[in-house]
C-alpha cells in the first residue's frame, strides 16, 4: 500500500500471485540506485545461488537452473495496435516468456507474425488452453473489466492493458477476485521502463538534485486531426486521461507514493473531438508541485521531464525511443533498441556549479515480461502490484470530478 508522501521504493505491499504471498522488500533491499545509474539494464536471471545461497548438489542446481529458463506461456487476447506492437514482440523476444497462443478476429496476420501460436478465434477458446500461465488483455478499454472477470474467474493469471478498467471500483473487484483465488493481477504500466524514467528515478534516488520541490512530467504531442478509431471515442473509454493518464500518474505514484490531494483540467480541444485530448493534473503533496500534462495540440513540445529540487535541476526532451523502435520493426535484443539521447543536469552546491548532459538509461520494456515470468514461474515479487492499478484508477475518478466541479479534491483511496 502506497503512503501519502513516500519515496518509490518504501512502502510495503503484497503482490497478488499464486507463487507470491510475501511482503515485497524495501527499496533498501533492492540495491535499485546502483543498477538505475548506469547503462546497465537490470537482470531478473538467477546467478544459481537460490535463496539460501550457494547449492551443491548438482542435482538441486539443474532443477533450479531448468526452472530459470522455464518459458512463460502467454495468451494474447487481441491484435490491435497494442497487441501487434506493444507485447507480442516484446513477450517472444525478452527471452523468458513466448507467445503460445492469440485470440484475435484476424488470424492470418497473426499466424503470418508467430507461426508456432495457437490461433483462436474468441476469448472463450483462449481460456479453455489450459498449458497457458497468463493471459493478457490488449482489447478496447471498455472491455477490460468484463474480459479480466472472466479470465480470473478461470483460473488465469491476468495482465492487462492501461487503464485496466474505466473506474476505481472495477479495478478493486478484479484485485479481490484475484486476492481471493491466489492469482497475480497486473497493470501494463510498462513505462516505468522507459529509459528516461528509469533515468529520473536513479536520479532523485540518488540525492544529487537535493529536495525535489517541482515535478513536471509531459507526454505532448501534435495530432490537430481525430482519427476514426475507437481510442477517440470517450463513449469507450477512449481519449487522452484514460490512454497517457495511466502511465504519468504511475510514474508520479511510483516516485512520490500517494498525493493529498487531486486537481484536474480535461478538455477536447481539436475541432470535432469529443474524447479529451488536454489533460492537467496538479498532484497535491505538502512539500512539491507535481504537475501531469497531456495534450494532442503541441506543435512545439516541451521538455519530457523538469525537475527541480534544492541542489540542482533535470531537464530532459523528447519521448522515449522504443515506441517508435517497435512500430519501425525493431526487436529488444537489438544492439540500438531503447537508447535515448541524452539530458541536462545542473547540480549547484555552493561554489560548486556544474552544468553537463546526463546519460539516459536504455529503455527496457522486456523487463516488464522478465519480472512477470519472474513471478508466475520462479515465485519473485512483482514490481507493479494490484494495488498500484486501483489508486491509478482513484485519481482518475477524481480527476473527472475535479474537472467537473473545478476544485481540488481530497484522495481517498479504495
Not at 253 to 275: C, E, I, K, W
Amino acid at each position: 500500500m502506497r503512503k501519502s508522501g513516500g519515496r518509490f521504493g518504501c512502502r510495503k505491499y503484497a503482490v497478488v500471485s499464486k507463487m507470491v504471498s510475501k511482503i515485497a522488500p524495501s527499496c533498501s533491499e533492492r540495491k535499485f540506485e546502483s543498477a538505475m545509474l548506469t547503462r546497465t539494464k537490470p537482470s531478473f536471471e538467477s546467478d544459481g545461488s537460490g535463496p539460501f545461497g550457494p547449492c551443491h548438489n548438482t542435482g538441486i542446481a539443474k532443477q533450479q537452473d531448468a526452472r530459470m529458463t522455464a518459458l512463460l506461456k502467454v495468451g494474447l487476447m487481441g491484435y490491435g495496435f497494442a497487441g501487434e506492437t506493444f507485447h507480442a514482440p516484446v513477450i517472444e523476444h525478452c527471452g523468458r516468456a513466448t507467445v503460445s497462443a492469440i485470440a484475435t478476429g484476424k488470424p492470418e496476420r497473426a499466424q503470418a507474425d508467430y507461426p508456432n501460436a495457437t490461433i483462436v478465434e474468441d476469448f472463450g477458446a483462449l481460456l479453455a488452453l489450459d498449458e497457458l500461465d497468463c493471459i493478457v488483455i490488449a482489447t478496447p478499454n471498455d472491455t477490460h473489466f468484463d474480459l479480466a472477470k472472466k479470465a480470473l474467474e478461470a483460473g488465469k493469471n491476468v495482465v492487462v492493458d492501461k487503464p485496466v478498467t474505466l473506474s476505481g471500483a472495477d479495478a478493486k473487484t478484479l484485485v479481490d477476485i484475484a486476492e481471493k483465488r491466489g492469482l497475480l493481477f497486473a497493470p501494463f504500466h510498462n513505462r516505468r521502463w522507459d529509459g528516461d524514467f528509469m533515468t529520473v528515478r536513479a536520479l532523485i534516488e540518488s540525492g544529487r538534485l537535493g529536495r525535489v520541490t517541482h515535478y513536471e512530467s509531459h507526454f505532448d504531442r501534435f495530432r490537430p486531426k481525430v482519427p476514426q478509431r475507437w481510442r477517440e471515442e470517450a463513449s469507450r473509454g477512449g481519449g487522452l486521461l484514460f490512454d497517457l493518464g495511466p502511465h504519468l500518474i504511475d510514474q508520479a505514484l511510483t516516485l512520490f507514493g500517494r498525493p493529498q490531494s487531486v486537481y484536474a483540467s480535461v478538455n477536447a480541444h481539436r475541432d470535432h473531438a469529443s474524447a479529451p485530448d488536454y489533460v492537467h493534473l496538479l498532484l497535491g503533496y505538502e512539500d512539491k508541485e507535481i504537475i501531469l500534462h497531456a495534450t494532442a495540440l503541441a506543435a512545439l513540445e516541451p521538455p519530457r521531464f523538469a525537475i527541480h529540487g534544492t541542489r540542482g535541476s533535470y531537464v530532459k526532451t523528447g519521448l522515449d525511443v522504443q515506441e517508435d523502435q517497435l512500430k519501425a520493426g525493431l526487436r529488444p535484443g537489438n544492439p540500438e533498441f531503447g537508447r535515448n539521447p541524452p539530458g541536462l543536469l545542473r547540480e549547484v552546491d555552493g561554489d560548486h556549479d556544474l552544468r553537463q548532459e546526463f546519460a539516459t538509461r536504455d529503455g527496457a520494456y522486456a523487463e516488464f515480461y522478465r519480472a512477470l515470468a519472474a513471478s508466475v514461474l520462479d515465485g519473485k515479487p512483482f514490481p507493479i502490484t494490484s494495488q498500484d492499478a486501483v489508486d491509478v484508477m482513484t485519481i482518475i475518478d477524481i480527476a473527472i470530478r475535479s474537472n467537473a466541479e473545478g476544485r481540488r479534491l481530497d484522495f481517498t483511496p479504495l
